[in-house]
């Protein structure tokens, strides 16, 4: 059975920066999963945010969020790391991180496995 425990989320200014941490573990072929961060903002509907392949690395970044985060992961360490920069009022959620086993570069919540228990994140002057 796989465990993600998310950190990191914290109360920020408009154009501040986070970094969220998404640490793995109980399985020792957790760095063939694929990670996913997802966010939920109230009243809406829990969308993807970026996603980053088990095997490659390769990633994906939802338009929203292009060119403002960047996803990593230290496979020693079994972490997944998003930085946040540029933050923005409507970033503004719980955000979820998720692991799959599935080949390549999954980008629907249907397609993950295992899910954390989320950490907030709030934007706001």
């Known amino acids: 059975q796989v465990q993600l425990v998310e950190s990191g989320g914290d109360l920020v200014q408009p154009g501040g920066s986070l970094r969220l941490s998404c640490a793995a573990s109980?399985?020792?072929?957790?760095?063939?999963?694929?990670i996913g961060w997802f966010r939920q903002a109230p009243g809406k509907e829990r969308e993807g945010v970026s996603f980053?392949?088990?095997?490659?690395?390769?990633?994906y970044y939802a338009q929203s969020v292009k060119g403002r985060f960047t996803l990593s992961r230290d496979n020693a360490k079994y972490t997944v790391y998003l930085q946040m920069n540029s933050l923005k009022p409507e970033d503004t959620a719980v955000y979820y991180c998720?692991?799959?086993?599935?080949?390549?570069?999954?980008?629907?919540?249907?397609?993950?496995?295992?899910w954390g228990q989320g950490t907030q994140v709030t934007v706001s002057s």
């Open positions: 998720a692991a799959s086993r599935s080949a390549g570069l999954p980008s629907h919540q249907d397609e993950y496995d295992y």
């Open positions: 109980g399985s020792t072929f957790l760095n063939d999963y694929a």
């Open positions: 980053i392949s088990g095997s490659d690395g390769e990633t």
